[in-house]
């Protein structure tokens, strides 16, 4: 049996967000903040992003609203 060797192509969204840098969040415009977390817009790919200071990790969305949600749970997570 024979395998499929393609491999699987990982879109360029995937691969422009598989890593981000300080100075890239810096770049962001800051929709909100609270304690350790930030929602930011990036506007060069009208990504919205939640940024947890914490421990460094980020969530990002096309929806506005999907990250808003996905922010509020963090900050009421804490409280």
Do not use: C, W
Request: no cysteine.
């Amino acid at each position: 049996m024979k395998r499929n060797s393609k491999k699987q192509r990982k879109g360029a969204f995937h691969q422009n967000l598989s890593s981000i840098t300080l100075k890239q969040i810096e770049s962001m415009q800051v929709l909100d903040s609270e304690e350790h977390f930030r929602f930011l817009k990036d506007p060069k790919t009208s990504m919205y992003v939640v940024f947890n200071g914490t421990i460094n990790q980020t969530y990002f969305s096309n929806s506005r609203k999907a990250a808003q949600q996905f922010f509020n749970r963090l900050v009421n997570s804490t409280n």
